[in-house]
């Protein structure tokens, strides 16, 4: 079992920047492929980012690609989105999610094939 727990959502104008955090509570996070999905007022859930159990495989959504980065600390058991040059229309609240990994480069952006997921957080963006 994995509990998720978003944080660093906030208010910024367009252009800004934000990290937001996802801290895993576990022994076993290193074995963990985490994603990054987001959901707006009236759409459904997309996703943003997903990185392989180590960090070093990485996949971004083209709307967020070349600005936002997926990095995860395994020792310190978290998942950062670094957000860049951040626009209106990335206003929504944003959910970490995890899956148990066998392969080490396994990664996915298909928010069905997670398991475990956090309560979210909410990033508005104004212009």
């Known amino acids: 079992q994995v509990q998720l727990v978003e944080s660093g959502g906030g208010l910024v104008q367009a252009g800004g920047s934000l990290r937001l955090s996802c801290a895993a509570s576990?022994?076993?996070?290193?074995?963990?492929?985490m994603g990054w999905f987001r959901q707006a007022p009236g759409k459904e859930r997309e996703p943003v980012a997903a990185?392989?159990?180590?960090?070093?495989?990485?996949d971004y959504a083209p709307s967020v690609k070349g600005r936002f980065t997926i990095s995860k600390d395994n020792a310190k058991n978290t998942v950062y989105p670094q957000m860049n040059s951040l626009k209106p229309e990335d206003t929504a609240v944003y959910y970490c999610?995890?899956?148990?990994?066998?392969?080490?480069?396994?990664?996915?952006?298909?928010?069905?094939?997670?398991?475990?997921w956090g309560q979210g957080t909410q990033v508005t963006v104004s212009s």
């Open positions: 999610a995890a899956r148990w990994a066998g392969d080490q480069n396994m990664l996915s952006l298909r928010g069905g094939l997670y398991d475990y």
């Open positions: 576990g022994r076993t996070f290193s074995m963990y492929a």
């Open positions: 990185i392989s159990r180590s960090g070093g495989n990485t």
